[in-house]
Structures are given as C-alpha cells and as structure tokens.
C-alpha cells in the first residue's frame, strides 16, 4: 500500500510539472513580459520600416516635381531666393500630396524644407528656410483637425486648414534636430542617408516629437533640401497602446544607454483598455535572476525586460522596455 501511495504520489508531482504547476512566480511573469515585447518590437519594426519606406518615396516625388518645376519655368534652383511668388506657388502645389501622404502613412506629421528663404535679407536668413509643415493637431479626441506649423497661411486657410498656435512662415534650421547631421549625409543615396532624429521638443509647445527625416538632392549634386514624417508622443501613445492581460503594463522606447534608462529622451504607451503609469526620471537596471530586470529611480520601482534595437542605419540604437 504504502508503495502503491508513493506511486501515486509520484505520477501526480509528475502531471504537474508538465502541466507548468511548479512554475515560479517570476518565470511566470517573464514568460507573460516576454510574449509582450515580442509583439511590441514586431510592431515597432514594422511601423518605423514602413515610415523610412515612405519618407524615402517622398523625398524621391519631391524631388522630381521640384525638378520639373524648375525645367517648366526655366529656373535653377538658386532663382527660387527671395522669390516669394515662386515660393509660394511651389507650396500650393505641394499641399496636396503632402495631405495625402498624412493621410495615407501612419504619423502625425509630414514636411518639406526647402534649402531657400523668401528674404535673405533678414539677420536669421541664414538659417531660415521655405517650405510646408502640416500636422494632426492632437490624438485625445475623436475630432483632431490638420493644421499648418509652418508654410502660407494663406494657402493654408484657402484649403481649410488653420493655422497651429505656434505657426511661422519658414523654417529654424538651428532648431532642427539632427540638422549638421543631415547636410553631412544629403548627397548619400536616401536609403543611406535617412535617419530618425532623437525625441525632441517643438519649438514654443511642450510636445515631444521624433521625426524621420530623408535629404532631397539632384543628380549634379544639388541639395534642395530635406522631407519626412513626424511621429508625435500623442500619436505613439495611440498608436502603440497594446491588448493585454497584464495589469498596468507599461512601454517604452528610450535611446539605448547600458544600465541606465532616461524617461525624458522617450515615449511611452500603455495597454489599450487600462490605465498606465509611467515611470519618470532617469532608471537604473539591475538584474533581478530568472532573465527579469528591475528599472530603479526615486519612485516606485518597475519589474520588466527590455531589448536593444536599430531603427534606421545612421539613428544610434534605441532600447524597448
């Protein structure tokens, strides 16, 4: 009997081993956080693969309707300067498919910055530069109109879109992410010279935006400036809001530094149907066993994984957590 007991015994401890009974809490936990990074990171890659896709389809259009422009017109590019007429025409041709590609790709934004100013006269003419900025303004509602950051306004309101709140006729060069780094690489091939600018915040607003940007150049070596989309903290917080089973799960996409994480340089979503928090300030990694980390800063502390990842070839590495 006693033997027959142990039997039992044994036959029951060992259906509930394969059944994953004995499982640990943590490796429960991970399994649940890695089953979720793997769909985030699938999402992520995939969505920043399409933008770059698109953005550098954009520059490759841009340029050729410049191009034609200028041979229609007989016009080199350096006539467009302080040629407002010019300028202005350019943009009300350009408005259309610029809608239609913010409609068309998943951003909040899209631009063309054209390397010409409408008065170079002016004492920043040397870092002001032409050209359209159309955004969606906002992802909290159900009603979230395009505006015009920058460009006419009076092409902009003749096509019932009104002016952003901080709207200006041209372009800062000096408050352009990444711009040094954009004339360097402007007469590579787009599909090497493309790149994701770091989170930044735009001029006169609090909103934190990334933008893709991809150089505009001619076949003789003539830049005409740079395209692309932008990717606003509204629209990643919509946008990548995730299903999920876990309670208060959080996401987020920081540049990568080793054993550190800074809130501040990213974005951050939540689950789709729950509430989420995210952590603030700077972080510190430390190994907590069974393949799980623990994100330490003045606050509460916040069990996860993470992995480091590639968004463009010229765009340092950025790390899901």
Not at 51 to 77: C, D, K, P, Q, R
Not at 166 to 176: I, S, V
Not at 179 to 194: H, N
Request: glycine share 6%; hydrophobic share 40%; net charge negative.
């Amino acid at each position: 009997m006693l033997l027959l007991a142990c039997l039992l015994l044994l036959v029951l401890v060992t259906g509930m081993f394969l059944l994953g009974q004995f499982n640990s809490t943590e490796q429960s936990t991970f399994d649940a956080l890695d089953m979720q990074m793997e769909v985030y990171e699938k999402d992520i890659i995939n969505h920043f693969d399409s933008i770059a896709a698109a953005g550098v389809n954009l520059s490759a259009n841009m340029t050729t309707f410049l191009e034609s422009y200028l041979h229609i017109h007989e016009l080199s590019f350096a006539d467009l300067t302080d040629n407002s007429e010019r300028i202005t025409k350019l943009q009300s041709m350009m408005l259309e498919p610029l809608m239609q590609q913010l409609k068309q790709e998943d951003c909040s934004g899209v631009f063309v910055m054209l390397d010409t100013t409408i008065n170079s006269t002016l004492p920043d003419a040397d870092t002001s530069r032409a050209g359209m900025y159309l955004k969606i303004n906002g992802y909290k509602s159900t009603y979230n109109p395009v505006t015009l950051l920058r460009g006419d306004a009076e092409i902009a309101r003749a096509n019932d879109i009104m002016p952003h709140r901080q709207w200006k006729l041209e372009f800062d060069t000096t408050a352009f992410p990444s711009y040094g780094d954009i004339l360097a690489d402007a007469l590579l091939p787009t599909v090497k010279s493309y790149r994701f600018t770091e989170i930044s915040t735009l001029p006169g607003t609090e909103e934190e935006v990334m933008l893709l940007t991809v150089p505009m150049a001619g076949d003789d070596g003539t830049y005409y400036g740079v395209c692309g989309f932008e990717i606003s903290e509204s629209y990643f917080m919509s946008y990548y809001a995730q299903p999920t089973k876990v309670d208060y799960l959080t996401y987020l996409l920081t540049p990568f530094h080793p054993g550190t994480v800074d809130t501040a340089e990213g974005f951050s979503c939540g689950a789709s149907d729950g509430y989420y928090r995210a952590p603030q300030g700077q972080l510190k990694i430390r190994d907590a066993g069974n393949n799980l980390l623990v994100f330490e800063g003045d606050e509460i502390p916040y069990l996860g994984v993470s992995r480091k990842i590639t968004l463009s070839p010229n765009t340092p590495d950025y790390m899901l957590s």
